[in-house]
């Protein structure tokens, strides 16, 4: 339980670094970082690990800790982009809206009568900020390639939501849920080529230009 915690708490972490930084690169790192934690969770709710549970997992940190960023860093080099310049809403403001989602997430949790709530407080009001924070960052951002991080942000959320259903059916569900999050990152890499060769550049403002 100690070390889910820790991971969790490196998860929130994570999620305040991605709502203050600028820089895509950087970016591309934290979802590295953030994809293996998510996808460690499993392994520590199961007393009764399986070898199953474990292959999941690392199947999960491969798609979501190399091989979603891997394609998303060569979006970004071949864009040539290096960070989000004018968000909508500021990187100061940005950290207290995230603030405010977790004291939400931990309040609205109480409310859930969850499995894996009782065994680990933290995982439910993690799940919530990270999910809400994703959503967060597709609206509040200018750039598509940031908004695609916060989809995948997203996404990881909903993962960690899953995981407080100790189930093994989830493991169908979640994998499914992610073949279609990299099909759409990779669908949106495509979009996201268009829209620089058309404009010179990826800010989806520029898309009110577009004429019928």
Known sequence: MQHTNIILSLILISILSSLSSSRVLFLIKILVFQGVLVSLIPLFLREDMALGDGLFSVIMIGIRGILIPWFMYVIIKKIAIKKEVEPIIGYHA???????????????????????????????????????????????????????????????????????????????????????????????????????????????????????
């Open 94 to 212: 940005s950290i207290f809206i995230g603030l405010a989602i977790f004291v939400f997430a931990i309040y609205i949790s109480q409310k859930f009568n969850l499995p894996s709530q009782q065994k680990i407080p933290l995982l439910v009001p993690t799940a919530i900020t990270t999910l809400m924070s994703g959503m967060f960052l597709v609206m509040a951002r200018h750039k598509a390639i940031t908004m695609i991080i916060g989809y995948v942000i997203m996404e990881n959320g909903i993962y960690l939501v899953g995981c407080t259903l100790s189930t093994h059916i989830r493991y169908i569900v979640e994998f499914g849920i992610l073949l279609d999050v990299l099909v759409g990152v990779m669908l949106m890499g495509i979009v996201l080529n268009n829209i620089n060769k058309t404009f010179d550049d990826i800010d989806t403002t520029l898309l009110q230009n577009l004429k019928e």
